[in-house]
C-alpha cells in the first residue's frame, strides 16, 4: 500500500481558518510532479466528494460549496499539497483527504477538520 498523509486538521469555530497538508512518500516522489493532486472530503453519513484540484501547470478546480474560502496550492520541491481553508462554517465538518485525480492510491486516514457554531 502506497498512501499519502493528511494533517493539519483540527477543532474550530464558525469563521476560523485552517492549513492542510498532504505529503507523499518518497516511493512516489517520481511521479509526484506530474499528476494532478486533489483534496476530498467525507461528512458524517455522506459520500466523498471532490472540492478542490490542481494541475501539475497549477491549474486549479474548486466545488461550487468551498469556492472563494479554499485555496489549493503545491510545492513540488517538497513533494506536498496544501489546503487553506477559510470562513469555515459547520457544514465543512468532515474527514478530509488527498489523492491523485486519476489513477488513484489507496486512501490515508485523512485528517479531521469539526466547525463549531
Known amino acids: 500500500q502506497v498512501q499519502l498523509v493528511e494533517s493539519g486538521g483540527g477543532l474550530v469555530q464558525s469563521g476560523g481558518s485552517l492549513r492542510l497538508t498532504c505529503k507523499a512518500p518518497?516511493?512516489?516522489?517520481?511521479?509526484?510532479?506530474?499528476?494532478?493532486m486533489a483534496w476530498y472530503r467525507q461528512a458524517p453519513g455522506k459520500e466523498r466528494e471532490l472540492i478542490a484540484s490542481?494541475?501539475?501547470?497549477?491549474?486549479?478546480y474548486y466545488a461550487e460549496s468551498v469556492k472563494g474560502r479554499f485555496t489549493i496550492t503545491r510545492d513540488n520541491s517538497n513533494k506536498k499539497v496544501y489546503l487553506q481553508i477559510n470562513s469555515l462554517k459547520p457544514e465543512d465538518t468532515a474527514a478530509y483527504y488527498c489523492?491523485?485525480?486519476?489513477?488513484?492510491?489507496?486512501w490515508g486516514q485523512g485528517t479531521h477538520v469539526t466547525v463549531s457554531s
Open positions: 490542481i494541475t501539475a501547470d497549477r491549474t486549479t
Open positions: 489523492n491523485k485525480m486519476n489513477n488513484q492510491l489507496t
Open positions: 518518497r516511493m512516489i516522489f517520481s511521479v509526484f510532479s506530474p499528476k494532478t
